[in-house]
């Protein structure tokens, strides 16, 4: 066993602050990597301050981070992908059971033994998953992606979670050239999904409430922008949209989105708010509407969403951070104040 410098949360109020934790040694189908980006996903943020605690309580220590990128350093006798020096990526897990119909049909994300990067049983050191927000990390060598190799580092870490999560939904309801798709929310998942569609070729719409984000959505792809607390401009949209990608973080009124979809459109709930959402039944039911969540994708996907970016040339849009303003980003993320994606550049976490 070995330790690595980290930052963790000592509980739900508590600011994340400098620990060390325990790293396993490669075991034959482990890759090692020094983690050069994190970055923040607001689920790190719910995660930490305990608000998803009736499906996914956390665990203290917590040490969250999902969107990882680095360089490897060591390998397991039995690896095959990856050797020292590769660049590589590591997702929302790294393990399952790998034998039930979910992970044969390479839909992982949905396996009843799937491990999350953080905060879920450890199967080798006991105790709970810790994640990026670390100098490195260990993973079995099916669960490590590869970076296509023109992506910046830094921009190309947000798309192991709000890359595959927006992607996935997409590909799964059929978004292609000349649907007519709605973004909900312009965050770190949001405005990954402005460059999907936009790059799949549809008409794309973007709802804020944030009024100084129009110039940022046109200029990220959509071809609208609404914002979304005018009823008079909610109203033009109705009946019309084919597909809504829903990543609003906090409580919201989905029905005023569920009405603009046409006869048999989908909007997916990506976002996870902490309280329930209100949903009447005869806005499904008029239109024969659907209303579904989605999370993250599978391995297999998640390759094929960093190789889609690396041909289209998307990244996200990052501010890149210090390890240190890790606590000032949460409260601007709460206030919905980041464009449009926090990357930890790790260096610091052992620079000082
Ligand atoms: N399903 C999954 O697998 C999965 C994966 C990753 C994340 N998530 C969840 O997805 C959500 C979004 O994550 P993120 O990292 O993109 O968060 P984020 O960067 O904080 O973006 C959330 C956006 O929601 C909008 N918003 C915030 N508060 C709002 C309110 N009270 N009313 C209306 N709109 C509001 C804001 O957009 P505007 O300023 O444009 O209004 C904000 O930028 C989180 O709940 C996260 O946990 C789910
Ligand atoms: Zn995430
Ligand atoms: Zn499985």
Redesign the pocket.
Known sequence: MSTAKAYAATNATSSLALTTIPRREPIPYDVQLDILFCG????D??QVRNEWSGVMPTVYPCVPGHEIVGRVTNVGSAVTKFKTGDLAAVG?MVDSDRTCSECQAGLEQFCGNATLTYNFPDRHLGGVTYGGYSESIVVDERFVLRVPSNLDLAGAAPLL??GI?TYSPMRHWGVTRGKKVGV???????HMAVKFARALGTHVV?????PN?IKDALRLGADEVVI?RHADEMKKHVGSFDFILD??????DITAYIELLRRDGNIT?????EKPLSVPAFSLIFGRRSLS????GGIAETQEMLDFCGTHNITADVEVIPIQKVNEAYDR??K?D?K??FSIDMASLTSK
């Open positions: 923040i996903c607001h689920s943020l719910h929302c979670c709000a999560t909900v929310g312009l965050g770190g998942l949001g973007v709802f804020t409430t944030s984000k979304s990543a609003v973080s906090a409580d919201h709930l990506v976002g996870a708010p969540g989605s999370p993250i993320l709460l919905s980041v449009y994606r």
